[in-house]
């Protein structure tokens, strides 16, 4: 059985609607290039047009904008998306940033790729990945993908971090392995990038944390957030004394084909 809590939960969800987690967001690490290399051969058929689900301040689709024709660029956080309007390509005419939730926003299918970042888990799957199977080109893939970074954030400040997120109870749990327990995706293969630099100040790292749904300022309150933060910057002025952060980040790409529970896994045209 699909344990929803495990993945669906809306009141965590809508902390990405917080205006100050949508600020604090450039802050994440960015994607390798190599990323995108990858990404742009797994698109399917012409005209290249691509679906970016959850699509943040556009991480994905603001760095694909000159290899394809078009991306679909959806958020269901409107700060999300006007933060992302800000940055970099956010005004390219490649891109149509669309504000809605994935489940019910309108779109214009087919799509020769699908693309969700750190989104999915947020989303209601017997819904969507069934919709995703609908709107690709026939064979056309879903690309799941998450940060790979040494050290690991959550081991850092692992010793406070209980203390202070407002997500008391998340757990953790393998995504692909559930969904494919379900049938509502099959792997066809997966890639790891080369693994980059990223050297980040101590403050910046800190800000970070406030784009993740358990440090929303809004939801700790100004005294919280900042009593975290003044901790957070203890531990890592006496790992780091110089003030910076050294990370080594990749991106673990996987692709395969989205299904419904009993169904199969041949996409079709919408």
């Known amino acids: 059985m699909l344990r929803k809590s495990r993945y669906f939960a809306p009141k965590h969800a809508e902390s990405f609607k917080d205006q100050s987690i949508a600020e604090a967001y450039h802050y994440r690490p960015p994607y390798p290039a190599e990323t995108f290399v990858s990404l742009e051969g797994l698109v399917k058929e012409t005209p290249r047009r691509v679906l970016d689900a959850g699509c943040g301040i ?3 689709a603001r760095n694909l904008v000159d290899v394809v024709d078009h991306i679909d660029a959806v958020d269901f956080s409107q700060a999300m998306i006007t933060e992302g309007q800000s940055h970099p390509n956010g005004n390219h005419p490649n891109i149509r940033w669309l504000h809605g939730p994935m ?3 309108e779109l214009e299918p087919p799509y020769g790729l699908i693309t969700a970042g750190e989104s999915v888990h947020w989303m209601d799957w017997e819904i969507v990945f069934p919709r995703f199977q609908q709107l690709l080109v026939p064979e056309g893939y879903l690309v799941i993908m998450k940060h790979n970074t040494v050290p690991d954030e959550w081991d850092l400040l692992s010793t406070i971090i209980p203390r202070y997120t407002t997500n008391k109870d998340y757990q953790s749990f393998d995504m692909i392995e559930e969904l494919e327990q379900v049938n509502l995706f099959k792997k066809v293969g997966e890639k790891t990038t080369v693994s980059m630099l990223y050297p980040q100040s101590i403050e910046d790292y800190i800000a970070s944390y ?7 300022c809004e939801r700790m309150g100004l005294e919280q957030a900042a009593a975290f933060d003044q901790e957070a910057e203890d531990i890592l002025r006496k790992l ?3 003030g910076i952060v050294s990370l080594q980040i990749a991106a673990n790409i996987i692709w395969g084909l989205p299904g419904k529970r009993g169904g199969h896994f041949s ?3 919408f």
């Not at 406030?210 to 929303?216: A, D, E, Q, T």
Request: proline letters at 5%; charged letters at 15%.
């Open 103 to 105: 489940e019910t926003v």
């Open 58 to 60: 556009g991480y994905i």
């Open 267 to 269: 996409t079709a045209l």
């Open 210 to 216: 406030h784009s993740r749904s358990g440090f929303s």
């Open 240 to 242: 780091y004394p110089d």
